[in-house]
Nanobody
């Protein structure tokens, strides 16, 4: 079992920045690739970014490329999502997820563990 707890969400003006954190506990953190997903009201949960176990490889949704950066600190069992140049359409609940094994995967069905989510609201 892996427990994931997100933090760092909040209200920010368009053009601003936020950094989300996801603290993991339980099994060996480096055994998991990590991902961030988001879900806006009335929409399906969609892929935002993923990072491999080492932090050496990343993958992003086209809508956030160049604005968001995913990173991880394996010594502290934490994954981050640095969000810049935020837009109102980035408003959503953001979820952290863990996937056993390798590969950078955008399919949420392939993730094994999920956090409870943190709300990000971007005002215009």
């Amino acid at each position: 079992q892996v427990q994931l707890v997100e933090s760092g969400g909040g209200l920010v003006q368009a053009g601003g920045s936020l950094r989300l954190s996801c603290a993991a506990s339980g099994r060996t953190f480096t055994a998991y690739a990590m991902g961030w997903f988001r879900q806006a009201p009335g929409k399906e949960r969609g892929f935002v970014a993923a990072i491999d176990w080492s932090g050496g490889s990343t993958k992003y949704a086209e809508s956030v490329k160049g604005r968001f950066t995913i990173s991880r600190d394996n010594a502290n069992n934490t994954v981050y999502l640095q969000m810049s140049s935020l837009k109102p359409e980035d408003t959503a609940v953001y979820y952290c997820a863990a996937r056993a094994g390798g590969g950078l995967v955008a399919d949420r069905a392939q993730y094994d563990y999920w956090g409870q989510g943190t709300q990000v609201t971007v005002s215009s």
